[in-house]
């Protein structure tokens, strides 16, 4: 239930920064390491707020990958301990 309050919490928030956005037509330059562009604000926001949801979810999703391996190698362990002393 609460993974699902979230996932709409965040699909609301992005729903509104996109309506937002839209409303801002004005081109602006855009400089980065290899190239320059020139955007609308609203292409521009779209962009940076879905790299940086991407960026977050991705650094989620390896902390959880290593925090299930740490998991699963601890249990190994205390099948292995607990094999032990019986």
């Known amino acids: 239930m609460k993974g ?34 020139e955007l609308r604000v609203s292409t521009f926001m779209v962009v940076t707020i ?7 979810f991705l650094m989620m999703l390896l902390r959880f990958l290593g925090l299930k391996m740490q998991n699963t190698l601890l249990q190994r ?3 292995k301990l607990s094999k032990d002393s019986a």
């Open 4 to 37: 699902i309050i979230v996932v709409v919490v965040i699909i609301m928030l992005l729903m509104i920064s996109i309506v937002i956005g839209s409303q801002n037509t004005q081109m602006i330059t855009v400089n980065y390491l290899v190239a320059k562009a």
């Open 50 to 56: 879905a790299l940086g949801f991407l960026i977050g």
């Open 77 to 79: 362990r205390l099948k």
